[in-house]
Each structure stands twice: as C-alpha cells, then as structure tokens.
C-alpha cells in the first residue's frame, strides 16, 4: 500500500513539474512575442519619423525660392532740375540688395541696373558678378548719376514744373541656387522700383519696389 503512495506520489510530482516546464515554455514564447511586438512598433515608428523628416525637409531645405532684388535707402547728394530748358540731373548713393532666403548661396552673374524715365533711359549703374550667401542679403553699394539728355521737352517740362520727378530702376539678374553642394537651380529675378524725388527739398519722396 505504501509503495503505491509513493507510486502515486512520485507520478504527480511528474505531472507537476511538466506543467511548470509548460507554463515557463509559454511565459518565455509570450515574453519573445511582445519583445517581436514592440520591435514592429519602433521600427514602424522610426520608419514614419523618417518620411515626416524627409517631406518637411523637402518642402523646406530643398524648396528653391526665387530670390529678391530691391534698391535700398537713397542718399542723394545733389539734385539740379531746370524746367525752362528742361532738364535735371541727379547724384546719390544707393544698395543694390539681393535677399536670398534659400538653405544654399545664390551666384549670379554680372548686370546692369537701368534708369528710366517714363521708359526712356537716364542712366545706369553696373552690377557686378557676386553671391548672396544662404538665408543673407547681399549688400552692394552704388554711386548714381543721371540726366536728362535726350528726353523730349513736353512731360518733362510739366513734371519738373510741379515739383516731383518720378524715375523708375530696372534690373535682371541670373544664377544658380545650390543646395547642399550638390543640387544647382537656375533662378532669375527682376527689380523694379519706382524713385519720387522731391524737386524743392532736394530729396526723396517716396521709394517703393516691386
């Protein structure tokens, strides 16, 4: 009777100890399934991290926007107009100012700032080849003059007569963009402002650009 106590006995211990092996098995195959999980989910993570990265940086840092062109303030150093001839002529110090607010520098190339009035040339300033550094403005400093040789008496006449003489300024420049030293973009900009020198105070009225 005793022996089949222990025969019993023995055969639970048995049994016991198979379903402790069972459940550590499965604890460790549940604890490897979570682990497999939670790998799923921070390289599904990283992988969305990366492309919002990568569409921000692109329509950002990789976004060539057109630079700008402006003439800055004017300090004009002498002004003289004769509405009985009629004629002017004028000397002031301006900025060519080229804003670039790309992740890259801006080269452009030589070019020429035109003076006019009402479309008829009065003067030009050259711009030389140089580059505006990434998200700077390029600061050039000019000396103008001009006059009004050649112009047709009749505008001129009534314009000087009344105090105001309105010019505009024209330029184009060219270049290239380049972006992280490898990607070059073409881009072209205009200036066009339009100059109100007050006849009687020798100044400027009004300066607005495009």
Not at 67 to 93: C, E, H, M, W, Y
Not at 172 to 177: A, C, D, F, H, N
Not at 197 to 207: G, H, N, R
Request: include cysteine.
């Amino acid at each position: 009777m005793a022996e089949k106590n222990q025969q019993m006995f023995a055969s639970a211990n048995g049994y016991s100890r198979k379903d402790e092996e069972s459940a550590t098995l499965q604890s460790e195959d549940e604890l490897k399934r979570q682990k497999r999980i939670k790998l799923a989910m921070y390289v599904g993570g990283f992988i969305v991290f990366q492309i919002i990265v990568m569409t921000v940086f692109g329509l950002t840092v990789m976004k060539v926007k057109t630079p700008k062109v402006r003439l800055g303030a004017i300090s004009v150093q002498s002004l003289n107009s004769v509405p009985a001839t009629p004629s002017f002529d004028t000397t002031f110090t301006t900025q060519i100012r080229v804003k670039n607010t790309n992740w890259g520098p801006y080269k452009f190339d030589a070019s020429i700032a035109m003076f006019m009035y009402q479309g008829m040339a009065v003067g030009q300033v050259s711009i030389p080849k140089s580059k505006a550094g990434m998200r700077s403005t390029k600061k050039i400093d000019v000396t103008v003059s001009l006059n009004s040789n050649g112009l047709p008496s009749s505008n001129l006449r009534s314009d000087l007569n009344g105090g105001i003489l309105t010019l505009s300024s024209q330029a184009i420049l060219t270049g290239k963009v380049e972006l992280m030293f490898i990607m070059k973009k073409k881009k072209s900009t205009n200036m066009d402002c339009t100059i109100a020198f007050d006849l009687s105070s020798k100044a400027i009225q009004t300066l607005q650009c495009k």
